[in-house]
């Protein structure tokens, strides 16, 4: 911009149009670099950009000149200005456009990031520190308190009339140019959805680590996740899942619902058939866990698989060891139970990672199935959260009542599964309740 013929200390004064330069530097084609080599799959793209923010205290210096030579108070507003990140934009778009071959779109899944900086000019910022203190507190993850929010924040604050006095309205050209310090490319999460059933006794649920060594060789995610993010390019994951089972708990039936959130895929478009390729390729490389119904589904899907936990009931079947000899009519009087009211109390074995508290929890109903004197299969159909190992044996009284207490004998768990005996409502919909 021009006031009185003369160029702004704007714009062209930092050279952030570089995109009209030579090739060769024009940062354009720096993106175009960047964006080849990362090997992203991609229609479109978003292309964002973050320009120094001492350039913010250079348009600050020229909107109040413009204001000076407009003479007439309210004449001309901040709005009637356009951004520079936004003409920047306006000269960029069609060149990328053109050397990519795809459009530039707002609502594209795929990023392109420039970070522009201009040591030379660095110290622009500082006074504002001075004047605006509550504006520039250290943090920890940040390398300079002079950030783009915090500039933003103090140019808001301070009165004109400091401001002319603590920086230069015309102030000196500078003589370098902006530089485009990092280049990003990212794409946002694919989220794949499906159902496992783990047939071993000896996998956890998530790796296992304590003290920083790992007790398992693998987990049920890592053998789902691992062959998930080759196919989509990805180098990491979020897990989750609807409940979880103990390393040693079996989980049969139709299968736990589960979700995995595949961060910046290079790959994102499969089709049904190649992941139910995956699906089998899963399956046939081991004897662990199998998995059923994978999909591709929305973020949206993801976040009603947890919603209603507490509402959720579970169902599960033990294999009760008994100190006492019984007979089949020791054991007929569980049946009979219903809405059985607990009290417990955290658990011993998990009071290391979760908070002391006591847990009111409800056993629907329990069936029998007697094995010999001192065996008995216990089917039961529980409040979601209920800590089933802890019930069978007591944990040293921490749960009341348990079957202990109710057979008047000591008892103990041999064996446990997870029953999920909820039919799936259709393809597409993996989240109705585990029961």
């Known amino acids: 911009s021009l006031v009185n013929g003369k160029n702004s200390c704007g714009f062209h004064s930092l050279h952030i149009n570089q995109c009209c330069c030579e090739r060769k530097t024009c940062v354009c084609f720096q993106v175009c670099g960047k964006v080849d080599s990362a090997d992203y799959q991609y229609s ?5 950009v973050s320009l120094p923010p001492q350039l913010l205290v250079r348009e600050h210096a020229t909107w109040l000149l413009v204001k000076q030579e407009a003479g007439q108070p309210g004449s001309l507003t901040k709005d009637d200005v356009l951004q520079l990140k936004e003409v920047y934009k306006w000269l960029t778009h069609p060149l990328l456009s053109e050397e990519l071959g795809v459009p530039v779109d707002g609502k594209s899944l795929f990023e392109v990031s420039v970070i522009f900086a201009h040591p030379e000019t660095d110290g622009d910022c500082h006074f504002l520190a001075s004047v605006c203190r509550d504006c520039f507190r ?46 990003q490319c990212s794409h946002t999460p694919v ?19 304590i003290d920083g060594e ?3 060789e693998s987990s049920v995610e890592e053998l789902i996740a691992e062959p998930l993010t080759a196919m989509f390019k990805s180098d990491s994951f979020n897990f989750s899942s609807s409940g979880r089972e103990d390393v040693d708990v079996r989980t049969l039936g139709y299968g736990r619902p589960f979700a995995i959130e595949v961060l910046n895929p290079h790959r994102w478009s499969c089709t049904q058939e190649e992941i139910t390729e995956l699906q089998q390729q899963i399956n046939k490389s081991t004897d662990k866990i199998r998995v059923r119904d994978l999909q591709i ?7 009603h698989m947890k919603e209603g936990e507490e509402e959720k009931t579970k ?17 007929n009087f ?11 109390k ?14 009111f929890r409800v056993i629907h109903s329990m069936k029998v199935d007697y094995i010999d004197q001192h065996h008995f299969r216990l089917y039961l159909k529980t409040q979601a959260g209920t800590y089933i190992k802890e019930f069978v044996h007591g944990d040293f009284g921490r749960t009341k009542p348990n079957l202990g207490i109710l057979m008047k004998t000591t008892v103990d768990i041999l064996e446990l599964d997870v029953e999920v005996r909820d039919v799936p409502r259709q393809a597409g919909n993996l989240l109705p309740d585990l029961c």
């Open 44 to 48: 479109s793209l978003v292309f964002s």
């Open 138 to 183: 250290p943090t920890k993850n940040k390398q300079s308190v002079f950030t783009r929010m915090a500039v933003v924040k103090a140019l808001e604050k301070i009165k004109d009339d400091d401001f002319r006095q603590q920086f230069c309205l015309w102030p000196e050209a500078p003589k370098t140019a902006c530089i485009a310090e990092e280049i």
């Open 191 to 209: 989220y794949v959805a499906g159902r496992y059933n783990k047939f071993s006794r000896n996998l956890p649920q998530t790796p296992w680590v």
């Open 214 to 216: 790992r007790k398992m």
């Open 297 to 303: 589904v929305t973020r949206e899907a993801v976040g």
């Open 315 to 331: 169902c599960y079947s033990a294999l009760i060891w008994t100190q006492r000899a019984i007979e089949r009519s020791d054991i």
């Open 334 to 344: 569980l049946q009979d139970m219903m809405e059985l009211k607990l009290d417990q």
């Open 346 to 359: 955290t658990p011993l074995r998990v009071l290391h990672r979760r908070p002391l508290a006591v847990r």
